[in-house]
């Protein structure tokens, strides 16, 4: 679990809801089901749209770092990994 747990919220989002990816991966490890450990890794909360950066920690006790970010540049060439929306 050396990675961040985190996640990026647009300029004007004051409440979002997540997943704490170190649950879900602990989770799919113990032989939940998918449902099971979706619930468990389910975080929801709040931040000011005055703030940049907040904290918050799943039922586990996992820090997510939660950042606002204005949405990414497209990329100037297509990458096959990643998810086209049309």
């Known amino acids: 679990m050396s ?3 985190g996640l990026w919220i647009a300029p004007s989002a004051t409440e979002f809801t ?3 990816e170190h649950c879900l991966e602990l989770g799919g490890g113990e032989g939940a ?3 099971a450990a979706v619930r468990a890794a389910s975080v929801r909360g709040r931040l ?3 703030t940049d950066v907040g904290f918050i920690h799943c039922a586990a006790g996992h820090e997510l770092v939660v950042r606002r970010i204005d949405r990414p540049p497209t990329l ?3 990458d096959p990994r990643q998810l086209q929306l049309r």
């Open 3 to 5: 990675r961040e747990n």
């Open 18 to 20: 997540c997943l704490c």
């Open 33 to 35: 089901s998918f449902l």
């Open 48 to 50: 000011p749209t005055e």
């Open 76 to 78: 100037t060439r297509p």
